[in-house]
């Protein structure tokens, strides 16, 4: 099994910045692409940033300029670098991970984190 835990949600005043962190534990061989989603009430599910095996990213319009996403392969974790938060980044944010367990022919996983809440006053 594999579980994603992330931290570093909170309140913080507009034009803050907050860090967001998601480990992944368990069975793991390797990882593929690392993403951050968000949902913010009333509102789909949307993807804010992707980062692949070969650290290639892509961002939401949205956060463009003011989001970094970087990962560290020796501790399986990504990270989400949220600077100039506006009172519309609110949401909570989800990790998700491609993750490959160990074994011969073994298919990535789509996991999901728990989720950390994000919320940025005006």
């Known amino acids: 099994q594999v579980q994603l835990v992330e931290s570093g949600g909170g309140l913080v005043q507009a034009g803050g910045s907050l860090r967001l962190s998601c480990t992944a534990s368990?069975?793991?061989?390797?990882?593929?692409?690392i993403a951050w989603f968000r949902q913010a009430p009333g509102k789909q599910r949307e993807l804010v940033a992707g980062i692949r095996g070969g650290d290639s990213t892509n961002y939401a319009d949205s956060v463009k300029g003011r989001f970094a996403i970087s990962r560290d392969n020796a501790k399986n974790t990504g990270y989400l670098q949220m600077n100039s938060l506006k009172p519309e980044d609110t949401a909570v944010y989800y990790c998700?991970?491609?993750?490959?367990?160990?074994?011969?022919?073994?298919?990535?996983?789509?996991?999901w984190g728990q989720g950390t809440l994000v919320t940025v006053s005006s």
């Open positions: 368990g069975n793991i061989f390797s990882i593929n692409t």
């Open positions: 998700n991970m491609n993750i490959r367990p160990p074994g011969v022919g073994s298919r990535f996983l789509e996991v």
